[in-house]
């Protein structure tokens, strides 16, 4: 099993940033990959991020150019340096964990709102 916890979110003015991050704890060994999800109220769950441990990254297309994540190895927590945040970034956002076991880990979420 893994766990993990988010950190980070919180009231954010148009434009300016935040940095989000992740940290996993039990079988963190099992990780293959991390991501960033978000949900917006009345809204389905979405993809944010995506990043490999070999470092291999993937973006929503509305969050390219302003977001950056980035993840060294399971000991170290995953981060979500976000940049130019507009009023759609508005959302709970959920960290993920997918393991060699074909398990989907999922936090908490923490609360990101963009606006002034």
């Known amino acids: 099993q893994v766990q993990l916890v988010e950190s980070g979110g919180g009231l954010v003015q148009p434009g300016g940033s935040l940095r989000l991050s992740c940290v996993a704890s039990?079988?963190?060994?099992?990780?293959?990959?991390m991501g960033w999800y978000r949900q917006a109220p009345g809204k389905q769950r979405e993809l944010v991020a995506t990043?490999?441990?070999?470092?291999?990254?993937n973006y929503a297309d509305s969050v390219k150019g302003r977001f950056t994540i980035s993840w060294d190895n399971a000991k170290t927590p995953m981060n979500l340096q976000m940049n130019s945040l507009k009023p759609d970034d508005t959302a709970v956002y959920y960290c993920n964990g997918k393991s060699l076991t074909r398990n989907d880990y999922w936090g908490q979420g923490t609360q990101v709102t963009v606006s002034s």
């Open positions: 039990g079988s963190i060994g099992e990780l293959y990959a």
């Open positions: 990043i490999s441990s070999t470092g291999n990254t």
